[in-house]
């Protein structure tokens, strides 16, 4: 694999790159077995596929002095006190796993003073790489090919495409898309909404959910605002990380940013 064309790279961005791709090759060789699905406590499903990818990523995280906030493990308090710590989601989009949709993903994000300074997505079906660093910009890696990524100029929110869950969308959430006047609608597993919009594919993620957790946002946060996008609550208000309580309260919403004031003036006429 080729080197990702940042100059400036921080030791931390190949440890958690190659992470993702180790992950990634255990996890497929997992999805293409078969594997047995269990219910945790809070009834979110698990797999083996999970856990397999959680302790690869420890392992090769456990290198740099950084403590680890992952979706599979204690959350060790410890972190509050800590300037840079890694969070991880193991397995992003576990029901894309189940179902077979080959819509899941690998995110790893390094946070430093509460703002994601790295992210990582890997994409294993389609051995596909979403990476950036702080003040580097966001790269795409597919078809053994680094290409830069870029959201798209669309500043009309009639001409938008917008990206929601295919397993958590609302009525509500529904509805409010529909009231923006966006009528093309797509409907897609993990953080892969977000890889649609740093690529220019898409120029919008809505959801209002207040049970996204920091991991499911943290390597996202970093690649669309390398690419020019923007991630707030749907309040417009900045989302930090690192928190003792890490779940957004206030959903979250991704855009190419031309088109992110519109949709939190319209989202607090409803609230």
Not at 67 to 78: A, R, T
Not at 221 to 245: H, P, S, V
Request: proline fraction near 2%; glycine fraction near 8%.
């Amino acid at each position: 694999m080729k080197d990702i064309p940042i100059s400036d790279k921080i030791p931390e961005l190949d440890i958690a790159i190659k992470a993702v791709k180790e992950a990634g090759n255990a996890i497929l060789e997992i999805y293409e077995r078969g594997f047995e699905t269990h219910t945790k406590s809070d009834d979110s499903p698990i797999t083996e596929g999970d856990l397999k990818s959680n302790e690869i990523i420890k392992k090769n995280l456990l290198q740099t002095e950084h403590v680890i906030l992952s979706e599979e493990d204690d959350d060790d308090q410890n972190r509050l006190s800590k300037d840079m710590v890694w969070i991880v989601d193991p397995l992003d989009g576990t029901s894309d796993f189940i179902d077979k949709t080959g819509e899941f993903t690998i995110m790893i994000a390094l946070v430093k003073n509460k703002k994601p300074i790295i992210g990582v997505i890997g994409w294993p079906t389609e051995k596909t790489l979403f990476v950036a660093q702080k003040g580097s910009g966001a790269f795409r890696y597919s078809n053994n090919e680094w290409s830069k990524m870029s959201v798209t100029s669309i500043s009309e929110l009639s001409r938008c495409r917008a990206v929601g869950s295919r397993h958590h969308l609302s009525d509500r959430e529904r509805d409010f898309i529909k009231k923006l006047g966006i009528e093309n609608f797509t409907s897609i597993g993990s953080s892969l909404k977000v890889g649609k919009i740093s690529s220019g594919d898409a120029e919008a993620y809505i959801t209002t959910t207040n049970k996204m957790k920091e991991w499911d946002s943290a390597a996202s946060y970093c690649i669309i605002f390398e690419a020019g996008g923007k991630m707030t609550d749907m309040l417009g208000n900045d989302i930090t990380y690192n928190n003792k309580d890490v779940f957004h309260q206030n959903g979250i919403l991704v855009t190419n940013g031309l088109i992110h004031d519109k949709i939190v003036d319209e989202f607090k006429k409803l609230e």
